[in-house]
């Protein structure tokens, strides 16, 4: 009886295990039975099943981004205005010599380390997003298996579509970043352009961040909901938010440089007044000269105007005569 017992408890409680596996992997985790590393290792093994079609399209997807911005950013002159060759010509004829930007002191060391080491990190988080569930198996991205019970929408199974647009736009972010790093250090100079680049990249990481929050926010924190605050606090909220301050302090540093250079190409552009030249000794002399002429001409000017202005000796006798009578 009592092993009959035992035998009929032991059958009561396999079916209810092999459900709460298959229905709520999570939980088996948090109670720390290794039901998520079942789970992991589970969807990891069906390599047959995974749709190596949809994750081609989703890498040509973010390979034809990237070419577009490729193209756009780096390809592509700047189409000139009608007559700007000619105006460009005579405005470097009549203002005089400056001094050219230097890129390599608008963008400043750090942030262009920051952009090279982010684009490591960047790249390595979105290709594990769009190769679900075969990048689960993979020893590259073994850390997101610890990271998959903080933040719920790096599970392996999970098809979110929001973390898979955010990361496509980090494949773009990758891209900008490198060429911003390569044309600023190109062949010893700075490319102004690379401004440009690490200004937009700066931006776009900075607010795909800060929507990364807010759409969490929004869904009434469904995948991180089951953290306490400390862990959420620790493990999601702190390192997330590196990729909100360091790249908003990047791009105030840049934009300050850019004020800064364009005063200082405004001072050196400034118009000067030149100082009054002294005259020399033949401008002298000449001047002399013609003070003595214009002083000349006008005596001659005003005994003229005397003689017309006095009587002639015929008609002063003519008319002493009448006074005589």
């Not at 490729?70 to 390809?75: E, H, K, N, R, T």
């Not at 959420?232 to 850019?258: E, H, K, M, Q, R």
């Not at 005397?306 to 009448?322: D, F, I, K, L, M």
Request: hydrophobic fraction near 45%; charged fraction near 20%.
């Amino acid at each position: 009886m009592e092993a009959g017992g035992a035998e009929a408890e032991a059958g009561a409680e396999v079916p209810e295990l092999v459900p709460q596996q298959e229905e709520c992997a999570w939980e088996g985790a948090e109670s720390g039975d290794g039901t998520l590393r079942w789970h992991l290792r589970e969807a990891a093994d069906q390599t047959a099943n995974f749709d190596f079609d949809d994750a081609a399209r989703q890498l040509w997807l973010a390979v034809a981004m990237c070419a577009g911005f490729l193209i756009l950013a780096a390809v592509l002159p700047p189409i000139p205005a009608a007559g700007a060759e000619e105006a460009k010509k005579e405005k470097e004829r009549e203002a005089p010599p400056t001094r050219s930007p230097r890129t390599t002191k608008i963008l400043p060391a750090w942030v262009l380390w920051w952009l090279a080491v982010s684009a490591v990190i960047c790249l390595w988080d979105a290709s594990y997003v769009l190769l679900r569930p075969w990048s689960a198996s993979q020893q590259l991205w073994a850390p997101y298996e610890a990271y998959a019970r903080v933040d719920r929408r790096y599970g392996v199974d999970e098809s979110d579509a929001f973390n898979k647009a955010q990361s496509l736009i980090n494949i773009a972010e990758v891209f900008l970043g490198l060429i911003a790093v390569a044309r600023a250090r190109r062949i010893g100079r700075g490319d102004a352009s690379a401004v440009a680049l690490a200004l937009f990249a700066c931006a776009a990481t900075c607010s795909k961040t800060v929507c990364y929050f807010i759409v969490e926010a929004c869904g009434g924190l469904e995948y991180i909901s089951h953290n306490t605050p400390q862990t959420a606090l620790a493990l999601f909220v702190l390192p997330s938010s590196i990729w909100i301050v360091v790249p908003a302090l990047a791009f105030s540093a840049i934009t300050s440089n850019i004020s800064k250079e364009l005063a200082l190409t405004a001072t050196d552009n400034a118009p000067t007044a030149l100082p009054a030249a002294e005259p020399d000794a033949n401008t002298r002399t000449d001047s002399k000269k013609t003070k003595k002429a214009s002083a000349g001409e006008s005596k001659a000017r005003k005994k003229k105007e005397a003689r017309a202005r006095a009587p002639s000796t015929e008609e002063a006798s003519a008319v002493t005569a009448s006074t005589d009578a």
